[in-house]
């Protein structure tokens, strides 16, 4: 594959005026000092043929012999000149060409550069990344070509800028200037470490002032994709957190019963989805990457099963008493923690993530949108509708909402209250397997998936308001946003430290949340 990808290469710079390869440049790249044959292989890479790109790649792949003046590639224990291609004896006195460091690093720039006019996207995006470590300003003209046959974009800005970091090393001042002019555009972290390197050795002060100016503009650039990220984190922070606080809402905002095994129920449901993978992987290796859209609807049936399980079996004769739900559904959650770790094991098992949500979009230099991230987005917000939709347009959501305001006048009324609180706990516990769904795409899933997001989302609620959906999603993406933006100045455990504190403050002067319950609602 590579070997094709070199002669593609070459195809295309024949084209463009390259001249044959010599026996001096063989030799000169192969025999004599580094600095001597690194000097050979920049000039013959400069415009090479077919077969100075194959010698090229022989050389990276150490299967080159010398014997005296005499160069040989080997191929399947055979030897052959390069030159001409033509099969030769291998002489007993014929010795490995030895490649130190900067050889290899040389090497490796001249196969990067060839790869510039692969036809494959990601090929010719390695080749940049691999130039982008630096290159010799004797390639600038084949990088000039590519840049000028590139029609992806982002590639084309990536070599525009490998140019500029090229010519700021030049020892023409003007060309200084000129990459320093075009590096005050990038939004590249590169650019502004190549800035500050090249700000250390430079002794012309017109020059030493533009790249002070570029440096001051890069920075600002950086500081913007840095300030996105902390806000598309927090985003994508809140979207988890909303998704694992949902289903509390209900449990425990609607029905008033602290679920201590909330988090388990979301770790069922990130099992469930481990499980469909290993099925899909088994019965379905085709359609494996669609293996998502099935584990959903199990993932919800597996928690809504088990948590009518819980109501039915336990919930069900506790009810106003939270301090015994609280204890007895955390007895519950350590049995179904040690439940998993019985059946699948201790060791946390990896959940693939589908094709089309592996990658992200690359928005800036600094900033990248994953795909997974984005769609956990997307599927939170679909999840928030569906539920808003369900609580306030349907009839088992009007139910749950008579008996949550004054269960004895629902039941006077007709409403079966006992079944609809089973339908509202099974709500509740499904959403939390859905967001175990979610979790599972974004980190291992483990026995103790749960424990780490059960506080949180208890903080969530209360900090939105008891029963409040609006506030559920006030506090979730207000509270992931902090915490990102405190990370980035304090560190990971001040911030949640920090949050916390804030949190009590809250709550003291406005105890009943962001959003109060009115009405009968709030009286009962």
Not at 68 to 90: M, Q, R, W
Not at 181 to 191: C, D, E
Not at 474 to 485: H, V
Request: glycine content about 10%; charged content about 20%.
């Amino acid at each position: 594959m590579m070997m094709r990808t070199l002669l593609l290469s070459a195809a295309f710079l024949l084209s463009a005026g390259a001249h044959a390869l010599t026996s001096d440049e063989v030799r000169g790249m192969a025999l004599g000092e580094t600095e001597t044959r690194v000097e050979a292989l920049v000039k013959a890479s400069a415009v090479p043929d077919d077969k100075t790109a194959a010698f090229i790649q022989a050389l990276a792949d150490d299967a080159v012999k010398t014997a005296g003046d005499k160069v040989f590639v080997i191929k399947d224990d055979k030897a052959y000149d390069p030159v001409s291609g033509a099969e030769l004896p291998v002489p007993a006195d014929a010795e490995d060409v030895i490649n130190n460091n900067l050889m290899r690093g040389e090497l490796d720039n001249a196969l990067a550069a060839l790869k510039l006019f692969s036809k494959d996207e990601k090929v010719r995006a390695e080749a940049i990344k691999t130039l982008s470590g630096g290159a010799d300003e004797a390639r600038l003209p084949l990088i000039e070509k590519a840049y000028a046959a590139e029609t992806v974009p982002a590639l084309k800005s990536q070599l525009e800028m490998v140019r500029a970091t090229i010519l700021l090393s030049s020892s023409d001042k003007a060309k200084r200037l000129e990459a320093a002019a075009r590096l005050s555009g990038s939004n590249n972290p590169i650019s502004k470490t190549v800035l500050i390197a090249r700000l250390s050795e430079e002794e012309d002060p017109e020059v030493k002032s533009a790249l002070q100016a570029s440096l001051r503009k890069v920075e600002s650039a950086l500081a913007w994709g840095d300030k996105l990220g902390a806000i598309f984190s927090g985003i994508s922070l809140g979207s988890i957190l909303l998704l694992v606080a949902l289903g509390l809402a209900i449990t425990y905002g609607l029905m008033g019963v602290i679920n201590m095994a909330h988090g388990e129920l979301m770790m069922i449901g990130a099992y469930a989805t481990y499980v469909v993978q290993g099925l899909f992987q088994k019965y379905f290796p085709g359609l494996f990457d669609w293996y998502l859209l099935a584990a959903v609807p199990v993932a919800f049936l597996a928690s809504a099963l088990m948590g009518a399980a819980l109501e039915r079996g336990v919930i069900r004769f506790l009810y106003g008493r939270p301090l015994e739900t609280l204890l007895a559904t955390w007895g519950i959650s350590l049995m179904l923690q040690q439940l998993v770790r019985s059946i699948f094991g201790a060791q946390n098992v990896g959940v693939e993530n589908p094709v089309w949500m592996s990658g992200g979009v690359q928005v800036l230099g600094n900033l990248s949108l994953p795909y997974n991230r984005l769609v956990i987005i997307g599927f939170a917000i679909a999840v928030l509708l569906g539920m808003a939709w369900l609580i306030s347009k349907t009839r088992l959501g009007l139910f749950v909402r008579g008996v949550t305001q004054n269960r004895p006048i629902a039941s006077c009324m007709g409403v079966n209250t006992a079944r609809v609180d089973t339908y509202a706990f099974a709500l509740g516990s499904g959403i939390a397997g859905l967001a175990g769904c979610a979790l599972s795409q974004v980190g291992n899933v483990g026995p103790d998936l749960g424990q780490g997001y059960i506080v949180d989302a208890f903080m969530v609620v209360v900090l939105g308001g008891v029963g409040q959906l609006a506030g559920t999603v006030y506090a979730a993406l207000g509270l992931g946003i902090l915490n990102k933006f405190l990370e980035g100045w304090t560190g990971a455990v001040l911030a949640k430290i920090a949050v916390l504190v804030l949190i009590i403050i809250f709550i003291q002067k406005r105890p009943q949340g962001i959003f109060a319950m009115k009405g009968r609602s709030a009286e009962a």
